[in-house]
């Protein structure tokens, strides 16, 4: 039965099997549920507004003294009711969003099926989205030098409107059987567009570097998160001549570093690491392309600031909590 053996993460499998690899998620779980709280503590309460807020360490429900709301410490927030502990949950989006490792490999280590550990890292990579701008603008230092922006080549999405097919879960000693055929139709094209600036990477997908318009959703995010933006450097592509920013251009055609040292070397090294990251996924819908696109884009910038792995959480809490402040 060799089409129900997996491409990738048997041999892998076999050591969790033999509880070689065993996972203890639990003093993770604890800083988490610590972070999540303190969060809480200067939080409005979802219910009646109030900061009226009260936590403990050792009660895994907070409460709000003024409309009596009693919720757990995770209500509202993508760790909420996802059948993994907060840990899992972190670690699952670590496994997925700083590694090789598939989907399916991630969903053999944590031991739950693909469908809740994919849910799982989808809904936490969409609060770290959001919420990576108020944590990057509170550990970024200055940010010095040019912009340099670049495009891939053509990028495959994968299927469009559905996921690809998954590999059945393996359980006990034995495949699930029923593995179905696919046949979903080949999606959009989507072109790569990366900034980086210093320590930050900014990544888009877009469906083709026509217009201005593909460049400066990229352009506007960085210059967001480095508060002013310097130089723009980038290739002769048609579609940046038109860019509105102290903007300039080496040409690739003749040369990797024009006369006066304008490059965007930086940036092309990029590609190389974010295209075999994103062959894991052995196809993505247009959606999820766009979303792990940014997600590298905002990993690669925290990891070249050193930041702990706490700032992830704080990402998700700063989406997820309002602040009376
Ligand atoms: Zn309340």
């Not at 099997?17 to 999540?36: F, S, W």
């Not at 969409?126 to 230092?141: D, M, T």
């Not at 940046?240 to 006369?259: A, G, I, N, Q, T």
Request: hydrophobic fraction near 40%; glycine fraction near 6%; proline fraction near 4%.
């Amino acid at each position: 039965m060799s089409s129900t053996i997996p491409t990738f993460g048997r041999m892998l499998r076999q050591l969790v099997d033999l509880e070689v690899l065993a996972l203890r998620t639990e003093p993770l779980d604890v800083r988490i549920e610590r972070r999540l709280k303190q969060f809480w503590a200067d939080a409005i309460c979802p219910h009646c507004d109030h900061q009226s807020i009260r936590v403990w360490d050792d009660l895994d429900r907070i409460w709000c003294r003024n409309c009596d709301f009693r919720p757990v410490y995770t209500y509202g927030t993508p760790f909420h009711e996802k059948h993994l502990s907060c840990g899992e949950v972190l670690l699952a989006y670590i496994l997925y969003a700083d590694t090789l490792l598939s989907i399916s490999q991630i969903a053999v280590l944590v031991d739950r099926t693909y469908m809740t550990v994919d849910y799982a890292i989808r809904d936490v990579e969409a609060a770290i989205s959001r919420g990576f701008p108020a944590v990057w603008a509170r550990i970024q230092q200055t940010m010095l030098g040019p912009t340099e922006v670049d495009e891939s080549g053509k990028v495959c999405s994968g299927y469009k409107g559905q996921d690809p097919p998954r590999e059945s879960r393996y359980r006990g000693g034995s495949f699930r059987r029923g593995r179905i055929r696919w046949k979903g139709r080949h999606g959009d094209q989507l072109t790569l567009v990366a900034a980086r600036r210093d320590e930050l990477t900014v990544i888009r997908a877009k469906k083709g570097i026509r217009f201005e318009s593909d460049l400066l959703s990229v352009i506007q995010e960085t210059e967001d998160l480095s508060q002013w933006l310097g130089e723009v450097w980038t290739d002769g592509l048609q579609a940046y001549r038109r860019l509105d920013y102290d903007h300039r251009v080496v040409m690739h055609d003749e040369r990797y570093v024009s006369p006066d040292g304008v490059h965007i070397n930086h940036v092309e090294s990029l590609w190389s690491v974010i295209h075999p990251w994103l062959r894991k996924f052995r196809g993505l819908s247009k959606q999820g392309l766009e979303q792990a696109a940014h997600t590298f884009g905002l990993l690669q910038s925290l990891n070249r600031v050193r930041a702990p792995i706490l700032t992830l959480v704080d990402s998700v809490a700063i989406d997820s909590f309002h602040s009376s402040t």
